[in-house]
């Protein structure tokens, strides 16, 4: 079974610009989650997707960023425009159920912003 | 407001021995912890958890401590070995989806 995948890998862009993150979950997983990790700092949740409908986005950090997940299969994070302070790790995750332990990460997509 | 803290960026340790990770968390309100393992370039990995209701929860080789009174917990990896040197996060929920996570300890297991 194919684990959680997230396009692209790696992302430079300059301040301004917009970028677009993909994640496709777990076949068959409903919830989709995005956490974010700036520069060696802890993990926080962005936001939680029950197929196609947004459970939670509370940690969104302001409007520039903009989460979709039509047809309750991948999932795109748009940051439009990025700041310098956008830069860091984006992880996905997925779970069949709502219990944490299973959660399953993706290997996220650093994004830089200069 | 970091709700999930790790006061110990890094630990170091001979293969063969304990390793001890710690833990602290402010909100009362967390039912539910868990650790994750991270190698580079991969995600994290779920390793453990403890419910509330539990002091002590074992996997092998890994055993995670929780004290709710201090608001503390740990994991304890014993016998440590090569494979284990990664990043480990302490993660905690109220909600039972929502994550709270430390900034994570990298561990190194020494030959």
């Known amino acids: 079974e194919a684990g959680v995948t997230q396009f692209p890998s790696h992302s430079v862009i300059e301040k301004g610009q917009t970028v677009t993150l993909r994640c496709d979950p777990i076949s068959g997983h409903d919830n989709l989650y995005w956490y974010r990790r700036v520069m060696g700092k802890e993990i926080k949740f962005l936001l939680h997707?029950?197929?196609?409908?947004?459970?939670?986005e509370s940690g969104m950090p302001n409007n520039r960023f903009l989460a979709e997940r039509t047809g309750g299969t991948y999932s795109t994070l748009k940051v439009q425009p990025a700041e310098l302070e956008d830069s860091g790790v984006y992880f996905c995750?997925?779970?069949?159920?709502?219990?944490?332990?299973?959660?399953?990460f993706g290997p996220g997509t650093r994004l830089t912003v200069l | 407001d970091q709700q999930v803290k790790q006061n110990s960026p890094s630990l170091s340790v001979q293969e063969g021995r304990i390793s001890i990770l710690n833990c602290d968390y402010t909100?009362?309100?967390?039912?539910?912890f868990l650790w994750y393992k991270k190698y580079p370039a991969e995600g994290p990995t779920f390793l453990i958890s403890?419910?509330?209701?539990?002091d002590k929860n074992e996997d092998g080789r890994f055993t995670v401590f929780l004290n709710k009174s201090a608001k503390h917990l740990s994991l304890h990896i014993v016998p440590s070995q090569p494979g284990d040197s990664a990043v480990y996060f302490c993660?905690?929920?109220?909600?039972?989806?929502?994550?709270?996570f430390g900034a994570g300890t990298t561990v190194t297991v020494r030959a």
């Open positions: 997707f029950v197929k196609e409908s947004k459970q939670d």
């Open positions: 995750a997925s779970s069949h159920n709502r219990n944490t332990d299973t959660q399953y």
């Open positions: 909100n009362s309100m967390f039912d539910y």
């Open positions: 403890i419910s509330s209701i539990k």
């Open positions: 993660a905690a929920s109220e909600n039972d989806y929502k994550l709270s």
